[in-house]
Nanobody, 122 residues
Framework: QVRLVESGGGPVQPGGALRLSCAVFGLIFDSSDLGWYRQAPGKQRELVASIKRGGITDYADPVKGRFTISTDNAKNRVFLQMNSLKPEDTAVYFC????????????????WGQGTQVTVSS
């Protein structure tokens, strides 16, 4: 079945760095659009960064110049490198994918990971 599994979150001081990782199972990885979203307490989930098949990336304005999304296609993994972290980056971060299943029928759907907590504070 399709699974997205995040890791790498945790507490960090302002100005620090973290790298989030997402392992994708059950999708044709190279045909999928991928991204990272985040949700702070009391707020809606929002897009942080995305990478489409073909390698085109997009970033939310608050993280431009600080965050980088990348993939390792051989390992079916998506990464989010987060540098110069700020308290306002505190949120649960979710891995996202839209693509075809590995098995037949090849249904195209949205999929979400379970989330990993990032807390930026002194």
């Amino acid at each position: 079945q399709v699974r997205l599994v995040e890791s790498g979150g945790g507490p960090v001081q302002p100005g620090g760095a973290l790298r989030l990782s997402c392992a994708v199972f059950g999708l044709i990885f190279d045909s999928s659009d991928l991204g990272w979203y985040r949700q702070a307490p009391g707020k809606q989930r929002e897009l942080v960064a995305s990478i489409k098949r073909g390698g085109i990336t997009d970033y939310a304005d608050p993280v431009k110049g600080r965050f980088t999304i990348s993939t390792d296609n051989a390992k079916n993994r998506v990464f989010l490198q987060m540098n110069s972290l700020k308290p306002e980056d505190t949120a649960v971060y979710f891995c996202y994918a839209n693509g075809p299943r590995t098995i037949i029928p090849r249904q195209w759907s949205d999929y979400w990971g379970q989330g990993t907590q990032v807390t930026v504070s002194s």
